[in-house]
Structure formats: structure tokens, C-alpha cells
């Protein structure tokens, strides 16, 4: 995410994936030289699965990660519509939430948590909505769609947010985004404390000096 000062990103974007699938065994099928140097190719099998992750685009410094969620392509977490409900206890492997089976039902759309380790357990860090179709070789050559928002069926413009631009175009709306939504409390405390300070400096400034001889119990 780039120029995001809530977290929120909008993209709007398609991934194509060709691969083979080995439904006996549920693993995709795929083939790769072992090194440079090899002439043939060996046949590879892996867990069907599709790992989602977010970074945080920085310009100077390197990317940071922030969260990830991996679907499992025969027992997706069955997404929810509402980002609301959209938390972690939906990734549980014990058999207590519902899945479906893409290969089954072929296409699914919703919200799924994103999730990072912490010091001690997974934390939510996120979420994510999208939408998965998935179709047979013969369907694709059929329905030809283009990658990103390209033709055909291309995809529209994402409705960015308002907090979506380039720092510098508008300071006054990083200020309020940045430092005024995560540090208003504690700017509002320190603003009472300084208004504070100074009345009571303006006050002992102010009074005579009788009065102040008073307070303190000097003569």
C-alpha cells in the first residue's frame, strides 16, 4: 500500500493462474530444472494452495511486511460479506468453521482476516476481500480475461479512499490522518497541561507581591 494514511487500499486487480491439478491427491502439478545446469525438468507436487499478503510500499526504504493469509484451495474458510464479522476465528483447522471446496464450487467471493505472528500468537493485522473463479482449460480459452484492469473484460478504476494521495499535495490532511487520529489524546492532554502551566505562571506573574509572599508562607 502506497500513499494509504488509514491502511486502506483499493485496488481492483486480477491475477491469472494456469496450473495443473492432481484431484486424487489433491496437489498441483508443476514442472522446474533443479539447477541451471539440468537439461530435463522434474515433475514437482504442492498443496493446493493461494497465499495473499500485503507489504507496505515504502519509496526510500525496503518494503515492510505486515500479513498474509494461505488458503487452502479444498477447505477455504468460507468468507464473510461483511468485514465487520471478518476475524481470525475463521482461519480455525479444528473442523469449527465452515469451508467449501473451490474446485466444487468454483467460485467464491468475500472477507478473510489477515494475520501476522506475534510475540505470542497470531494477531489480526488486517483484512482482505476478493473474489476467486476458478475454470477448466477449455472454459479459459472461452472466457478470455485479461491480467490487472486490462481488456478483455477489464476491470474498473478502484473507488480510492479520500485519505489515498501524496503526503506533500496536502499537509494539512496528513496531519489530520497521521498525528490527529493516532496521537489526539494524548496531544489534548499535553494542550491542558501547557494551559495549565500557564495560567499558573501568568497567575503568580500577575498577582502582588504581598499575595505570593502569602501563598508560600514568606515575609
Known amino acids: 500500500m502506497l500513499w494509504s ?15 495443473e491439478y492432481l484431484k486424487a491427491e489433491e496437489k498441483i502439478v508443476f514442472k522446474k530444472k533443479n539447477s541451471v545446469f539440468d537439461l530435463t525438468e522434474t515433475e514437482v507436487k504442492c498443496p493446493a494452495t493461494l497465499t495473499l499478503q500485503v507489504w507496505d510500499a515504502d519509496i526510500v526504504s525496503a518494503d515492510d511486511y505486515l500479513g498474509s493469509v494461505i488458503l487452502d484451495l479444498n477447505r477455504i474458510p468460507k468468507p464473510v460479506k461483511n468485514p ?22 468454483r467460485r467464491c467471493r468475500g472477507w478473510w482476516p489477515m494475520f501476522a505472528k506475534g510475540k505470542d500468537e497470531m494477531e489480526l493485522v488486517g483484512k482482505v476481500e476478493a473474489e476467486l ?10 472466457s478470455v480475461v485479461g491480467t490487472a484492469r486490462e481488456d478483455p473484460e477489464g476491470l474498473a478504476e478502484p473507488n480510492r479512499p479520500d485519505t489515498s494521495f ?4 496536502n499537509p494539512l490532511k496528513t496531519l489530520k490522518y497521521v498525528i490527529w487520529k493516532n496521537f489526539k489524546w494524548k496531544l489534548l492532554k499535553l494542550l491542558i497541561f501547557l494551559l495549565l502551566v500557564a495560567f499558573i505562571v501568568l497567575f503568580f506573574y500577575s498577582a502582588p507581591g504581598a499575595t505570593v509572599n502569602k501563598i508560600f508562607g514568606t515575609k
Open 5 to 19: 494514511l488509514t491502511g486502506e487500499g483499493n485496488f481492483n486487480w486480477r491475477f491469472v493462474f494456469p496450473f
Open 84 to 105: 465487520k464479522n471478518c476475524v481470525l476465528g475463521m482461519l480455525a483447522t479444528d473442523g469449527s468453521v465452515p469451508t467449501l471446496n473451490l474446485f466444487k464450487n
Open 166 to 169: 501524496l503526503w506533500f499535495m
Open 133 to 142: 473463479h476458478l475454470l477448466t482449460e477449455e472454459e479459459a480459452s472461452r
